[in-house]
């Protein structure tokens, strides 16, 4: 049975709203670290791997329009909900996504370790 646990980034307050924060987790238990983006849009909350399944490069540092965060490496969208590439949904690898809550003002996600990164 895989372990579902929530990972504590901080205080709600330390991520804007409508900005995108990049952080690393702490690996713990046996789990990895991971490379996050957080993003706080409208009330709601998401949490990307910070890694463009394109070449692997930081997706974090690209600009967010709406729903879609674009990388800026060679310009890969996708949908900060579901991680779909936003032009090719069906073809291209999607960003992996999280689960992400706010509890007693802190921002949680569930990092499950489950399949291997792709390298
Ligand atoms: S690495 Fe993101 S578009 Fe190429």
Known sequence: ????????????DDFPSDKHTCLNTEGA???????????????AWYALENRCPHAGRPLGDG????M?????????????????????????????????????GRVQVQITNDEADTP
Do not use: Q
């Open 68 to 104: 879609t965060l674009t990388c800026p490496y060679h310009g890969y969208a996708y949908h900060i909900k579901t991680g779909k590439n936003i032009d090719f949904p069906d073809e291209e690898t999607p960003v992996r996504t999280f689960p992400i809550r706010v509890e007693d």
């Open 29 to 43: 238990d046996g789990t990895r670290g991971r490379a996050l983006v957080v993003l706080h849009v409208d009330g």
């Open 1 to 12: 049975m895989s372990h579902h646990s929530w990972t504590d980034l901080g205080p709600a």
């Open 63 to 66: 600009e967010r329009a709406g």
